[in-house]
């Protein structure tokens, strides 16, 4: 079944948000929190313990079935710290969202298969909104 989610961005604030909307909901959170740690390491990047520790996804159902998901990232400004994340249920179906959202917008990460057993990528729609299209096959992780 096809979902739709609201991702946030913070700067190192990430966990101290979710508790806070955690609290409010009265939810638990949708699996593990992963930390920039566990990602697979970057040739030639070294990790401060604190760029480490910060959040690099974690999730909590609030409303209706609504995911809330979120993530640290370096530099955050208020009107790119908040995407709309689809989650289509066919690759195809995902490839002809991505094409109609990013015509005369901007790709930022063009479509692809992840480390996470995902097809994802990430536009930047003609009027400034940023989305984020995730195909995630029925055996997949994610």
């Known amino acids: 079944m096809p979902t739709v989610s609201t991702y946030l961005d913070f700067e ?21 929190i992963h930390r920039i740690r566990d990602l697979p390491p970057t ?3 070294v990790l401060t313990k604190e760029q480490g520790d910060r959040i690099a996804h974690m999730a909590l159902p609030i409303l209706g079935g609504h ?8 530099k955050v400004a208020q009107g790119n710290n908040v995407s709309v994340h689809l989650r ?11 094409a109609a959202l990013s015509k005369d917008g901007e790709v930022v990460m063009p479509l692809a298969d ?3 057993g995902a097809y ?12 984020l299209i995730e195909h995630v096959p029925a055996t997949g992780a994610a």
């Open 88 to 98: 289509p249920d066919t690759r195809e179906e995902g490839e002809r969202l991505f």
């Open 67 to 74: 995911l809330l998901m979120g993530t640290d990232v370096p």
């Open 120 to 131: 994802f990528g990430q536009l930047v729609d003609p009027f400034g909104v940023q989305w």
């Open 43 to 45: 040739p030639g990047k």
């Open 114 to 116: 992840q480390f996470w």
């Open 12 to 32: 190192g604030r990430t966990e101290r948000a979710f508790a806070f909307y955690k609290a409010v909901f009265g939810t638990e959170y949708a699996g593990p």
